[in-house]
């Protein structure tokens, strides 16, 4: 049995005490009041130079990313998130790797955020909020319900870093992306969306509700979207046969052989043409909610419809969105990793 030194316990918790009470005590800083995206108006300093993300952390450092400002972010990725899946968020934002962590499996390390020491605290759970109000550090919340709400979230970190070009610059190339693959898609009949099937092979799910919106806009038909309000789908092999997919995105690359090499999948349609691809994996996998997103459906468009996208270099699009956006000149062979999801892929 394992025994704790209630002496130990005391100077921790004794400890902890302290850096509370230094965090309260420090002086209230000159400020302005910025709403968030839960109504609150929340008091934040004039400038901001050091900003905390808890929560999905990939997600919200790719926001940060996109508005300039890699530099700000004041912690490291959870443990969990470690390994070189992640390469580009450290690609993008090196300093990273020397920052405290400041969230748990069970939410923020009052003690970690306290040594980050940030203006403000990036987050998308209203618990985290709550737990924060003690250490006097001021939160906003972030919502992405809706796949247009990352524009939403652009304009408010526009204002809170005072980089409303920036912000207006992604959500102009955002809207001109949907537009430039609209221009090509709208025109096609129903017959001609392919039927695409995004899954976690192993698993047997859908991952990702977002996913049905980026098939669609990118000129494809979803099998499993049902309209569903829940973001996981579940399914069975049984299922993919009736749906006999003409294309299947896997989660991760290691997953493609293994949907070739699954017997019970031969006759399927996606297996039959050999075209079963694996999600792209930037700052974030590109299936998922992430400031990638226009690059996703791009990407898919060309896949879906390569005679109407012949002409899109899309490793080009990566490599100027990372200049652009991210302020990272990518290599090619960077470009190429991104798009195979070799990154994403568990060694």
């Known amino acids: 049995m394992r025994v704790r030194c209630p002496g130990v316990l005391h100077l921790r918790a004794l400890w902890l005490a302290i850096l509370l009470a230094v965090a309260t005590a420090v002086p209230s800083f000159a400020g302005r009041l910025v709403t968030d995206m839960a109504g609150r108006s929340v008091e934040v300093p004039d400038k901001i130079t050091r900003v905390g993300t808890i929560g999905p952390v990939p997600v919200l450092n790719s926001f940060v990313f996109a508005i300039g400002e890699a530099g700000s972010i004041a912690n490291n990725l959870p443990p969990n998130l470690g390994g070189p899946r992640w390469r ?184 039959k043409t050999k075209r079963v691809f694996a999600i792209p994996m930037g700052v974030h996998a590109w299936g998922n909610r992430t400031v990638e997103q226009p690059l996703t459906v791009l990407w898919a468009a060309k896949l879906f419809h390569p005679d109407l996208f012949a002409d899109v270099a899309i490793e080009d699009e990566v490599r100027n969105f990372y200049s652009n956006f991210f302020k990272v000149e990518l290599s090619r062979d960077d470009a190429e990793t991104i798009l195979t999801g070799r990154a994403g892929a568990p060694k």
């Open 88 to 271: 580009f968020q450290y690609v993008v934002a090196p300093g990273l790797a020397s920052r405290p962590v400041i969230q748990t499996g069970q939410g923020p390390n009052i003690e970690g955020v306290i040594e980050a020491s940030p203006d403000v605290v990036l987050t998308m759970d209203r618990a985290t909020i709550d737990q924060l109000a003690r250490t006097h550090v001021p939160a906003l919340y972030l919502s992405w319900q809706k796949p247009d709400d990352v524009k939403s979230v652009m304009h408010l970190l526009g204002e809170l870093f005072g980089r409303h070009d920036a912000a207006d610059a992604y959500n102009k190339y955002f809207d001109q992306t949907m537009k430039r693959v609209a221009d090509r898609t709208d025109a096609l009949r129903d017959d001609q969306h392919p039927r695409v099937l995004y899954a976690n092979y192993r698993s047997l799910t859908q991952p990702h509700k977002i996913a049905e919106w980026w098939i669609a806009k990118a000129g494809g038909r979803s099998v499993t979207d049902d309209g569903r309000i829940g973001e996981a789908f579940n399914f069975s092999i049984e299922q993919i046969l009736a749906w006999d997919p003409e294309v299947i995105i896997v989660t991760t690359e290691n997953d493609i052989p293994n949907v070739y090499g699954d017997a019970r999948l031969a006759n399927v349609s996606a297996v």
